[in-house]
């Protein structure tokens, strides 16, 4: 159907340009007065005059008012459009991050009903009403099949329907007060997923301007749909990445840990034995954490059961101390984060033949948990350092430095990669940055300062 044009504001414009020109009657009386003067009118002339100069002030005001709003409104009226659907998109991002269901719909129609001029919003997917707010909800209940035909046909022939009467929306409900409507598919991938309708009490309301709108907020929330989609595929692939990391062992940490265990037999059975029931808890603790995120507590105890291993391997050549403040201890962070990097310490940072001192440093600054590994070792020259976190180039238990990388930026974005500093000789240092949770946990942890 064709659409009225926003007449409201033609109308309000005019009235302006009619009441100015009855306050300046005084002025056209006195024009009425010169010009019967000029022409020599009797009194009889003077009211016939004043009157026809009135109907021409008043009809000079329309058409101003007209020129005014041609000119004027439309940009005016696309300003506030583009106002309220960006509003509206704040404010429904982060529900719709979650993709659609009837949590999401609900506060999503909720939002978009209180700042429309509409009686009612619905969302829908392609069956079943997600949510519904205003005039009509005794009937049109979320979590019910769809009632309206022109819903289904918006659906499936995935086009806008601009609805001007209560028969062509369809709904089979005697006293339904929604007499007209606005129905936009929702599109993901290209075809309809869903509607947001819009429903007025008259035909009338029916403007260009609330089509622009809903047509502008029914993309918006599209595009959010996809994006909540890619987000969640990227999470899939988070945690599949971490399954896959581990399930890894590295065979040389294997190696190394069952050679240093098969010594102990003859020389230490005792101490064997004891590191035999600790690997076997090592690997039981790599296959059950089941959690992506963990607090720093755990992750340190994890790096404490690795570390047993390889103190029992080198001995006295290896120390690890722990500065670690204690807020930050209940603080969460990814699982498997920090080991790599105290494993990539031990297994390149130790001279031949020389000690190695490595520090796992924690703390919060600002907004973010700050972590640190530090070693006095052999360090990086910087050629290697520049190829030290490209893609599959580390080789510590888990890809090293490189997974680790990957992961913070793939969870955090490009300014949470590990910045690394090496001087040959000297010494490494590699540091990164975990945005604080919501809602973040308070108590305090134990202190590991030792």
């Known amino acids: 159907m064709a659409l009225p044009p926003d007449k409201e504001n033609f109308f309000s414009t005019g009235k302006i340009f009619i009441v100015l020109g009855l306050v300046l009657c005084p002025l056209w009386a006195f024009l009425v007065w010169a010009l019967g003067h000029l022409f020599g009118l009797t009194m009889r ?3 016939a005059l004043f009157f026809l100069c009135l109907l021409a002030f008043a009809g000079v005001g329309l058409v101003l008012a007209a020129l005014y709003t041609l000119r004027g409104e439309p940009e ?11 509003e509206i998109a704040n404010e429904t991002l982060p529900y719709l991050r979650k993709g659609l269901s009837f949590d999401s719909a609900s506060k999503v129609a909720r939002i978009i009903w209180e700042r429309a001029d509409a009686m009612a ?7 079943t009403v997600l949510a519904f707010e205003g005039a009509g909800e005794d009937h049109h209940k979320a979590g019910k099949p769809i009632l309206t035909k022109a819903t289904k046909e918006a659906l499936e022939q995935n086009e ?33 997923a869903g509607a947001l309708k819009f429903y007025y009490k008259d035909k009338h309301k029916l403007t260009e301007s ?21 987000e969640r595929l990227e999470t899939l692939a988070c ?67 690795y570390l047993v291993f390889e103190k029992a391997r080198f001995g006295g050549k290896l120390q690890v101390i722990e500065e670690i403040e204690p807020s930050a201890a209940k603080e969460r962070l990814p699982a498997l984060i920090l080991q790599p990097l105290v494993e990539n310490a031990v297994k390149h940072g130790l001279f031949e033949g020389g000690r190695l ?6 703390r919060i600054v600002d907004s ?26 580390g080789k510590g238990m888990g890809l090293g430095l490189s997974n680790v990388n990957e992961r913070l930026i793939g969870l955090y974005g490009e300014s949470h990669r590990l910045a690394i500093t090496s001087v040959p000789g000297k010494g490494t240092k590699v540091t990164m940055q975990i945005p604080l949770s919501e809602g973040r946990n308070e108590v305090k942890g134990t202190d590991r300062r030792r």
């Open 76 to 86: 005016h009226a696309k300003a506030l459009q583009s106002h309220l659907i960006l």
């Open 45 to 47: 002339g003077y009211p």
């Open 368 to 393: 973010e948990m700050v972590l640190a590994v530090e070693d006095d070792g052999v360090g990086f020259s910087s050629e290697d350092l520049s190829k030290a976190t490209e893609s599959r180039c």
């Open 210 to 230: 609330r089509l622009a709108t809903a047509e502008g907020l029914a993309k918006l929330l599209s595009t959010q749909l996809e994006l909540s989609e890619v």
């Open 239 to 305: 945690q599949a990445e971490l399954k896959a990391l581990q399930a890894q062992t590295n065979p040389h940490f294997l190696f190394n840990t069952l050679n240093t265990i098969a010594m102990l037999c003859r020389s230490d059975p005792k101490k064997a034995r004891g590191l035999l029931i600790q690997f076997a808890d090592f690997f039981r603790k790599s296959l059950e954490r089941g959690g992506e995120m963990v607090t720093l507590e755990e992750e340190l105890d994890y790096v404490d059961s």
């Open 160 to 192: 806008l329907r601009v609805l001007g009467s209560k028969e062509e929306i369809g709904c089979p409900v005697v006293g339904c007060p929604l007499q007209a409507a606005i129905v936009v598919p929702l599109e993901f991938k290209g075809e309809a």
């Open 121 to 127: 919003v619905a969302i829908t997917d392609v069956s």
């Open 357 to 362: 001192k490595i520090k796992i440093l924690a």
